[in-house]
């Protein structure tokens, strides 16, 4: 099973992204997810998740600015980030250690390839 994120890139202060995570085979709606982020020259560090009766929670610089949502129907998780700073450049990994694939839980970490996310000031 693979996390497959898209939706990164260049945006300018103030713009918004909308990052999206889908897994194949994977029953997103008793799953749990999250969106981690890592700058250059600096650790990574949770952005938001998601558990599988929808309860979010966000790191502390998101002040409202980020949703975290899930679409049981399709299957993706996605990140709508609006009034993007500068200081959210970094790639985006998508994660999950609780999810429900092939007829079984799994609780090993699982994560994404990254997107990056670029914002100029």
């Known amino acids: 099973v693979q996390l497959q994120a898209s939706g990164g890139g260049l945006v300018q202060a103030g713009g918004s992204l909308r990052l999206s995570c889908r897994a194949p085979?994977?029953?997103?709606?008793?799953?749990?997810f999250k969106w981690y982020r890592q700058a250059r020259g600096k650790q990574r560090e949770l952005v938001a998740s998601?558990?599988?009766?929808?309860?979010?929670k966000y790191g502390d610089f998101v002040k409202g600015r980020f949703t975290i949502s899930t679409n049981n129907a399709e299957n993706v998780v996605t990140l709508q980030m609006n009034s993007l700073q500068p200081q959210d450049t970094a790639v985006y990994y998508c994660?999950?250690?609780?999810?429900?694939?092939?007829?079984?839980?799994?609780?090993?970490?699982?994560w994404g390839q990254g997107t990056l996310v670029t914002v100029s000031s």
């Open positions: 994660h999950s250690d609780r999810y429900y694939y092939r007829a079984s839980f799994y609780s090993m970490p699982l």
């Open positions: 085979g994977v029953r997103f709606s008793v799953s749990h």
């Open positions: 998601i558990d599988a009766r929808g309860t979010v």
